[in-house]
């Protein structure tokens, strides 16, 4: 036989037909694996602080597991000022301002001392996202898709609790 299983292939899990065209003329369907045993697996590391951002998310994963009736009502304590920076530099440099009017080089002028009033506001409690301003973009159907454009600082806390 020219194609044999081998260790790494793939098990085979039955998907609906193709279309709905005659049985004999319907193009058969192609093997998928379900994801059972990877969703513990991190993607990819970015940088080599990243590894400390990994074990703080997986130890709320293992207190979540724990404590299933339990209510997490905050994650910013996770925040701090190496999270912030590492979330700002995953932002797209060319962006345009968000709402605040501030762009990704303006913030990074004075990117620490940003950074440091950022964490102290977040850590106090008194950090507010800003509203966001409603944007619509033509889609080729002549219908319009809604976007929300946001604050830097707030794409950055944002980045930063959805990674931490």
Known sequence: MMYERRKSDPGVVAMRPAN?????????????????GNADRQSTRQAQDWESVSQALARIRQA??????????????????????????????????????????DYETNLEGNLGDLHGRVQRGAYRALPSRRQYIPKADGRQR?????????????RAVAVG
């Open 20 to 36: 709905n065209a005659e049985p004999s003329a319907a193009e058969s369907v192609e093997p998928r694996t379900g994801t059972k």
């Open 64 to 105: 979540a597991k724990q404590g299933k009736k339990e209510r997490f009502t905050s994650l910013l304590h996770h925040v701090n000022v190496d999270l912030l920076r590492l979330s700002f530099f995953a932002l797209k440099k060319d962006a345009a301002p968000g709402v605040d009017g501030l762009a990704w080089r």
């Open 146 to 158: 809604p976007i929300a454009i946001c604050a830097l600082e707030d794409k950055i806390v944002q």
